[in-house]
């Protein structure tokens, strides 16, 4: 079965609301940032943007989008938490365009594959990167701080994600802008 090829000014305009997205969400949780670190606000544009366009432009626009907001409105401060959300969010989008395009079907099963895929590498590379940055400052990343900042401390923004993107992509199914494929194959190969 052939996958029906993208429109490259369709995928632009969508990563460009997705950037936009990125730079607004956070408003929401902007006045308490603890809440902002367990709600993950710049996550979800990421990661829809890596499943709906594609890797490349998931893989851009999360990590642009730190460095962006920091230029536009001061924060993250870049210093270690922008620099490595940069490369964070850049797995996130990179990993789940890639996990979800090489899926046998594209379905809820294999969008849950991918964004549990993502969301585990992506934390492994900020925790990788906070090693490095706060390394160079002269400070130490602990084993306890790693597990409390990309796991402890995520967890409400992690069940956001694991329930709202899904059902992002299931009514974009409906619209027929994202085409989940699990049903059309099996249909095929039963009338084999």
């Known amino acids: 079965m052939q996958e029906k090829k993208k429109n490259p000014v369709l995928q632009l305009t969508l990563a460009a609301m997705f950037l936009a997205m990125g730079l607004v969400l956070p408003f929401f949780t902007g006045q308490i940032p603890q809440i902002g670190k367990m709600l993950l606000p710049m996550h979800i544009p ?3 943007c890596g499943l709906i366009c594609g890797w490349q432009y998931g893989l851009c626009i999360g990590f642009v989008l ?3 907001r920091n230029a536009l409105f001061g924060m993250p401060v870049l210093f270690p938490t922008g620099i490595a959300m940069a490369f964070e ?3 996130y ?3 789940v365009g890639l996990a979800y395009a090489h ?3 594209k379905c809820v099963i294999a969008l849950y594959r991918s964004m549990l895929l993502a969301m585990l590498s992506g ?3 900020w925790g990788f990167m906070q090693i490095l940055l706060l390394g160079v400052g002269g400070n130490a990343f602990t084993w306890q701080m ?3 900042g990309a796991f402890f401390n995520a967890v409400p923004g992690i069940l956001l994600q694991l329930v709202l993107i899904p059902a992002v992509m299931v009514a974009l199914n409906r619209t027929g802008l994202v085409q989940f494929t699990q049903h059309k194959v099996s249909l095929e190969r039963k009338g084999k």
């Open 46 to 48: 990421v990661l829809l």
């Open 123 to 125: 934390r492994i590379v």
């Open 146 to 148: 790693f597990l409390a």
């Open 89 to 91: 969010l850049a797995t």
């Open 66 to 68: 730190p460095f962006l």
């Open 93 to 95: 989008g990179l990993t």
């Open 103 to 105: 899926s046998r079907w």
